[in-house]
């Protein structure tokens, strides 16, 4: 698929999409975080769980998406998941760059060394979700009930934000359930017959749930942020999901001290008030602070 990228513009396109009207909206426009928005999420309280914390990001950054001028919270919950993570992505690349350098600890047991990894975000793949519609049905092996009837088709959804901060809390605590609790919310009928409740989605035999969650990961949207490393020290060879959503947030709470020391050191400079430099983007005070740095080496004055 070609992607439309335009990051002069903030302009790219979702492997996925969001549904109105029958219609599937697709071309997104997002803003590169301000002085605020890091400020908001920086600072941020420990118990907002990592998928409100993505909700406050996107929500503050997306301008639009299609014909969706209004960029709710809602709006944001209701992206599939896929697109939330291209998303954070997309902004990860607007406000620090495609490189990423992290720090992993191996994982064998006689060996739990740490070690650096880089890799380059232009790299990563992006799946390209088979996205027809809100809904989408697949065939189960069939099963009856204690009346006797049969089903063997499942009318399902994709996964998407609100899922994630509302199981959030119980994937922290039992991610059996958790996984349970999410299959069933994403199950609309079967065979029809509207859910009237959870139950008769976790009488499904694991060979039913296996096909649906095949068919589930057939169509939808995904970063594959797999990334695949050899331990230096002991030779191991292991695989590992690179969480960018976890990993940008916490260099936008690490940068949060920085942040200050440039609203003080431009108003100092400029006289300008916290609000206009916070208003201000990363690169845009990043650019003003190294002009008064060359008028520093020169022996320049600077601007009042």
């Known amino acids: 698929m070609n992607y439309r990228e335009d990051y002069s513009r903030g302009i790219f396109t979702l492997p996925g999409g969001i549904f109105q009207n029958e219609e599937c909206l697709r071309e997104v426009k997002v803003s590169p975080l301000t002085g605020r928005v890091e400020e908001k999420l920086g600072s941020a309280p420990d118990s907002l769980c990592l998928a409100s914390l993505v909700t406050i990001l996107l929500a503050n950054c997306v301008e639009r998406i299609g014909k969706i001028n209004d960029i709710t919270y809602d709006v944001i919950r209701s992206l599939l998941t896929g697109d939330r993570d291209y998303l954070v992505l997309k902004l990860r690349q607007m406000t620090f760059g495609n490189r990423i350098e992290a720090i992993l600890i191996c994982p064998n047991p006689d060996c739990s060394e740490k070690f650096d990894i880089d890799f380059n975000l232009e790299n990563v793949p992006i799946k390209k979700g088979i996205i027809s519609s809100q809904v989408f049905t697949t065939k189960i092996p069939s099963f009856k009930n204690k009346k006797g009837n049969?089903?063997?088709?499942?009318?399902?959804?994709?996964?998407?934000?609100?899922?994630?901060?509302?199981?959030?809390?119980?994937?922290?605590?039992?991610?059996?359930?958790?996984?349970?609790?999410?299959f069933a919310r994403c199950i609309n009928r079967i065979d029809g017959v509207k859910k009237k409740d959870e139950s008769i989605a976790r009488k499904l035999s694991p060979i039913a749930r296996e096909e649906i969650a095949k068919k589930m990961e057939e169509i939808a949207p995904q970063v594959d942020l797999k990334i695949d490393v050899k331990c230096p020290e002991c030779g191991n060879e292991f695989s590992f999901d690179f969480g960018i959503a976890q990993?940008?947030?916490?260099?936008?709470?690490?940068?949060?001290?920085?942040?200050?020391?440039?609203?003080?050191?431009?108003?100092?400079?400029?006289?300008?008030?916290?609000?206009?430099?916070?208003?201000?983007?990363?690169?845009?005070?990043?650019?003003?602070?190294?002009?008064?740095?060359?008028?520093?080496?020169?022996?320049?004055?600077?601007?009042?």
């Open 247 to 304: 990993f940008f947030l916490d260099e936008i709470k690490l940068n949060v001290n920085q942040l200050y020391r440039e609203v003080h050191f431009l108003a100092f400079y400029y006289k300008w008030s916290e609000s206009e430099i916070l208003s201000m983007t990363r690169r845009k005070r990043r650019k003003y602070i190294e002009l008064l740095s060359e008028q520093t080496r020169s022996g320049e004055q600077a601007y009042a």
């Open 150 to 182: 049969k089903y063997s088709n499942v009318e399902f959804r994709l996964p998407n934000g609100e899922d994630q901060e509302l199981l959030s809390p119980i994937f922290a605590d039992d991610n059996s359930s958790a996984e349970d609790t999410l």
